[in-house]
Nanobody, 127 residues
Framework: VQLVESGGGLVQAGGSLRLSCAAS????????MAWFRQAPGKEREFAAH???????????DYADSVKGRFTISRDNAENTVYLQMNSLKPEDTAVYYC??????????????????WGQGTLVTVSS
């Protein structure tokens, strides 16, 4: 599985950005995709994930720090996951990484649960 993120950039506080993560390769076996972020000098942390199984409704979850401001979604036809980020704050500044997994073992909010990672895209929010 290969993941390529795009959509990062510089935005003022209160603004919006939409990140994209295009997946290719053995994508049919993916069960979850997520966004993690890593701020300067800090550890990588969970932001949002979307999980699915067969025809069941997608399940999404968010970190408390982004809940109500960020929305994760996926376009199955385009093999792409999006992260819509609204009401951005300076503390949202980070490199945002897309991740994917092909199992249901472990919590979908945990970094260690994901095998595949993108290269990251930088989001900078100015005050």
């Amino acid at each position: 599985v290969q993941l390529v993120e795009s959509g990062g950039g510089l935005v003022q506080a209160g603004g919006s950005l939409r990140l994209s993560c295009a997946a290719s390769g053995s994508i049919n076996s993916i069960t979850s995709m997520a966004w993690f972020r890593q701020a300067p000098g800090k550890e990588r942390e969970f932001a949002a994930h979307v999980s699915w199984s067969g025809t069941a409704t997608d399940y999404v979850d968010y970190a408390d720090s982004v809940k109500g401001r960020f929305t994760i979604s996926r376009d199955n036809a385009e093999n792409t996951v999006y992260l819509q980020m609204n009401s951005l704050k300076p503390e949202d500044t980070a490199v945002y990484y897309c991740a994917a997994r092909q199992t249901t073992w472990g919590l979908a909010t945990m970094l260690s649960s994901y095998r595949y990672w993108g290269q990251g895209t930088l989001v900078t929010v100015s005050s």
